[in-house]
């Protein structure tokens, strides 16, 4: 059974740093690509960042643009968003994403994922 856990969340103040791990269980993801998606109380979940198989490629969303970066570490199955200068927009509950499919390709949008974790919350004061 793919399990995917994510940990790193918490209260962090504004201007601090958080970084999220995603770790994968019951089948690797070192051919895949992954990503991180995030919902904001009242909003839908939207598109936060993406990485190709190997991290060659990476996709941030404007929103997070120069303040987060995404890697993954496919010999520890995990991967991991990078969040600096957090502000109070950025509060939500954060999600990594899976995909099974064999591809190089960076996945943007939540239908192309097929395993997701359960979420961790990130809260960020003023």
């Known amino acids: 059974q793919v399990r995917l856990v994510e940990s790193g969340g918490g209260l962090v103040q504004a201007g601090g740093s958080l970084r999220l791990a995603c770790i994968a269980s019951g089948r690797t993801f070192d051919e895949n690509p992954m990503g991180w998606f995030r919902q904001r109380p009242g909003k839908e979940r939207e598109f936060v960042a993406a990485i190709n198989w190997n991290g060659s490629r990476q996709v941030m969303a404007d929103s997070v643009k120069g303040r987060c970066t995404i890697s993954k570490d496919n010999a520890k199955n995990t991967m991991y968003l990078q969040m600096n200068t957090l502000k109070s927009e950025d509060t939500a509950v954060y999600y990594c994403?899976?995909?099974?499919?064999?591809?190089?390709?960076?996945?943007?949008?939540?239908?192309?994922?097929?395993?997701w974790g359960q979420g961790t919350q990130v809260t960020v004061s003023a």
């Open positions: 994403a899976a995909a099974r499919r064999v591809t190089a390709e960076v996945y943007l949008t939540t239908d192309e994922y097929d395993d």
